[in-house]
């Protein structure tokens, strides 16, 4: 499981680029993991892209995470799922998926960030760090220091959701960040490869300085 670059899908408005289009160019870019995120299609519409998804994904040995849908992850064999607060609870969904699946959960706070490590979460996407505008039911933004609080109070990975851009996943990764997971500035970028690389290199040089204070 490497979290580090998580990059989540989205389509264009116009529809010139697809779910598949971004996924395939991230991982070209460097891309680590890959969750596929859709509100607006039928379930089996769903299932065919994540097959798809999937496909590519095990070609290049990367984990395929399914936002919300552990009916989708199932059906595709996926690695694993990444739910919300108002979603099946973590302890369900390991019940189902069992012991080796990949169960994320979005926390916003040091409570429950401690009950998802209880119930058996194997990483947690914390955040909003910073305003974001790609979910319209998306909570305040918890900023920096928060999210210092939450990565200190447990022993599983915490990925930095909401609002991450290349301007500020340096500060993010300096504050602990196991990993960032980005959706705008990837998905919507004129050219994936090269914001990919660009995140990349953001990341390697704010793990550089991290090392030079330890």
């Known amino acids: 499981m ?3 670059f998580y990059v989540i899908t989205a389509e264009t408005v116009e529809g010139d680029r697809s779910h598949l289009d971004v996924a395939k160019a ?5 891309a680590t993991a890959i969750q596929f995120r859709e509100k607006n299609k039928s379930s ?3 299932m ?3 097959e798809v998804l999937h496909r590519v994904t095990k070609k290049f040995k990367i984990s395929l995470i399914i936002n919300d849908r552990i009916d989708i992850a199932q059906a595709v064999e996926a690695e694993g799922v990444h739910l919300g607060q108002e979603d099946i609870p973590v302890k369900r969904a390991r019940q189902i998926l069992g012991q080796d699946a990949i169960i994320g959960i979005s926390c916003g706070n040091i409570k429950e960030a401690i009950k998802a490590e209880c119930d058996g979460a194997s990483y947690i996407g914390a ?3 910073f305003l974001t505008s790609t979910k319209e039911d998306a909570r305040e933004a918890i900023g920096i ?8 109070s447990v ?3 915490v990925v930095a959701i909401g609002g991450i851009t290349s301007e500020n996943v340096g500060a993010i990764i300096k504050a602990g960040a196991n990993g960032v997971a980005v959706i705008s500035e990837v998905a919507f970028a004129p050219n994936i490869k090269d914001a990919c690389r660009n995140f990349l290199k953001k990341i390697k040089e ?3 300085v991290n090392c030079e204070f330890k």
């Open 2 to 4: 490497d979290l580090s």
């Open 26 to 30: 991230a991982i070209e870019g460097g």
């Open 44 to 46: 089996r519409e769903l």
């Open 48 to 50: 065919k892209i994540a």
């Open 127 to 129: 955040g909003p760090v």
């Open 145 to 152: 220091e928060e999210f210092i609080k939450i990565k200190k």
């Open 155 to 157: 022993n599983i990975p």
């Open 206 to 208: 704010a793990k550089e």
